[in-house]
C-alpha cells in the first residue's frame, strides 16, 4: 500500500505542475494574442501549437452563440477546465495517497 500511495503522490504533484506550467502557457498565449505578437517568432508558435487543439475542440462544442462571442469563452473554459484539474483532481489523488499511507503506517 505504501508503494501505491508514492506512486498516486508523485502522480498527483507531477500533473500539478504539468498544470501550473500550462496555465502560464495559457496567460502567455492571452497576452500575445493581447499585443498582436509576430505569428513567426518561435515562442509564439509554440504557444499556438500548445493550445490551439484543446481551444480548437472547445470552441467546437460551444453553442453557436458563444462562438461569435467578443471574448474568446473557449479560453476561458480551457483556463477553468485546468483549475478545476488542479484542485479537484490533483487534490483528490494526493489526499487519497495520505489516506493509503496512513492506513499502511499504523
Do not use: C, K
Request: hydrophobic share 55%.
Amino acid at each position: 500500500m505504501l508503494l501505491l500511495a508514492n506512486v498516486l503522490a508523485g502522480l498527483g504533484w507531477a500533473l500539478y505542475w504539468f498544470l501550473q506550467i500550462y496555465s502560464y502557457v495559457l496567460i502567455a498565449r492571452a497576452i500575445t494574442s493581447w499585443v498582436s505578437a509576430d505569428p513567426r517568432n518561435p515562442i509564439v508558435s509554440f504557444l499556438y501549437a500548445a493550445t490551439e487543439p484543446p481551444l480548437r475542440i472547445i470552441r467546437r462544442r460551444l453553442p453557436t452563440s458563444l462562438r461569435y462571442f467578443p471574448l474568446d469563452v473557449a479560453f476561458f473554459v480551457l483556463f477553468g477546465l485546468v483549475i478545476f484539474a488542479q484542485y479537484g483532481i490533483v487534490q483528490s489523488l494526493v489526499d487519497y495517497a495520505m489516506v493509503l499511507r496512513r492506513q499502511s503506517v499504523g
